[in-house]
């Protein structure tokens, strides 16, 4: 059920995104999940069928809609919900309802923005009814863009006031060599954010960290892999190791040099993945901010938000 009203949300946002999305995002990539309250009233056929759509169509007009990670998060209930079944072949069924958007930070409980539409929809089914209810909503809705619009500014100046909070958390994931969770705090910070300087100074010393953190247990496990079978076997299990590691790594060197060794101990040839490197300083610092990205995200993605509804309080 939470899936089905994830989209229903979506699917109310997604109509007024011609004019909302791109000031939303206002040039400033801001992620941002999506999930809603449980009212446990709505049917849940519909949630395949929007789902994907929806969230593409978020994407494509400047906002980063993930399902399981983002700086903010857009939360939705619907109140008040009345259905009545009309006569006729086939009957008609009218909904009514409330729907209450807000967004805001749900690890902190901050909530930047509110508000509610009044939806009312008739159709063939209680699905078809949902649906047309949500297609009243105003592509040019000026109370829909005047929330978004609030929203975005005090996103923003929250995370002007934050982000050294922010940074603390991922300075302490840090001193736990908890690189991938650091990353996650770091790159929270968006670059419209008057704290970003600090930010991406601090992901990229986490990412290097990173990288020579895990060189030297994938050189660990290569070696111990070698030494258990000191043969072809034991040979490709290390070089599949070796290859994983960043030529940016304080292990890559050693590691280039324990190949040579395994491959004049067995004769079996290896071919490390070639990684491109740049010289032009600017590239090579916005390549490996994207990897922090990736590496931020992917950690975001794995974490099991099951507090969604701390907005509603």
């Known amino acids: 059920m939470k899936v089905l009203f994830n989209t229903l949300v979506l699917c109310a946002f997604c109509a007024l995104l011609p004019t909302g999305a791109s000031a939303y995002s206002n040039g400033c990539e801001l992620f941002m999940q999506v999930s809603v309250e449980d009212s446990g009233d709505a049917p849940s056929q519909l949630s395949d069928m929007l789902e994907d759509r929806l969230t593409r169509a978020l994407n494509s007009n400047g906002v980063m809609a993930d399902q399981g990670y983002g700086q903010m998060i857009l939360t939705g209930k619907f109140t008040d919900l009345y259905k009545e079944q009309g006569a006729g072949s086939p009957p008609q069924i009218a909904v009514h309802t409330t729907l209450t958007l807000s967004i805001g930070d749900v690890a902190q409980g901050a909530v930047f923005a509110t508000q509610s539409f ?118 490709a299990k290390a070089y599949a190791l070796l290859s994983q590691i960043n030529p940016d790594s304080s292990a890559y060197s050693e590691s280039v040099r324990f190949a040579d060794e395994v491959k004049r101990q067995t004769k079996v040839e290896y071919d490390f993945e070639v990684h491109k490197k740049y010289e032009d300083n600017i590239q090579m610092e916005k390549q490996r901010i994207n990897a922090a990205k990736e590496i931020g995200v992917a950690y975001g993605r794995g974490q099991k938000n099951s507090t969604t509804n701390i907005l509603w309080r």
Do not use: H, W
Not at 214 to 223: H, S
């Open 118 to 235: 009044d939806l009312r929809g008739v159709g063939t089914s209680e699905q078809r009814a949902y649906i047309n209810a949500l297609k009243s909503l105003s592509p040019r809705s000026k109370a829909f863009e005047d929330f978004v619009s609030s929203a975005t500014a005090k996103t923003i100046a929250y995370f002007d006031r934050n982000y050294s909070s922010i940074l603390a958390k991922a300075e302490r994931a840090a001193s736990m060599k908890d690189f991938e969770q650091a990353l996650y705090y770091s790159t929270f910070i968006p670059q419209c954010c008057s704290g970003y300087p600090q930010a991406q100074a601090a992901t990229l010393r986490y990412y290097k960290q990173y990288i020579d953190y895990d060189g030297l247990n994938l050189l660990r496990e290569a070696k111990a892999q070698f030494a258990l079978s000191p043969n072809a076997e034991g040979a």
